[in-house]
């Protein structure tokens, strides 16, 4: 039986201070595989927006907060790979970071 392993994408961090009014992205060359396990953490004074197309709202996070988008029970994945992750907002200190993994 052939034996899975997972594979982490590189943690990538936007820093608060570059945010702005239209989306941009956190992960300039898009994710490394189709994500089961996406973390996005917000650690930053400002409410910040997330995109997975750089143009729709998808997700909203205060100061502090955090989301995961988890699919690892069912081993679909829940991004393709080379999908980019947007963030938008008013300029702060902090950053908003995302992590994940594949398999």
Do not use: C, W
């Not at 594979?7 to 898009?30: H, V």
């Amino acid at each position: 039986m052939a034996q899975t392993s997972i594979k982490f994408i590189p943690m990538r961090s936007f820093s608060a201070f570059d945010l702005k009014t239209e989306y941009q992205p956190i992960n300039n060359t898009g994710l490394e595989g189709p994500l089961l396990v996406l973390y996005i953490t917000n650690a930053t004074n400002s409410k910040v927006t997330i995109s997975f197309d750089g143009t729709t709202d998808h997700a909203y996070l205060l100061e502090g907060q955090s989301i995961v988008f988890n699919s690892s029970n069912s081993q679909m994945p829940i991004l393709k790979a080379y999908t980019q992750v947007y963030v938008k907002g008013p300029s702060g200190v902090g950053f908003v970071t995302i992590f994940g993994y594949y398999i």
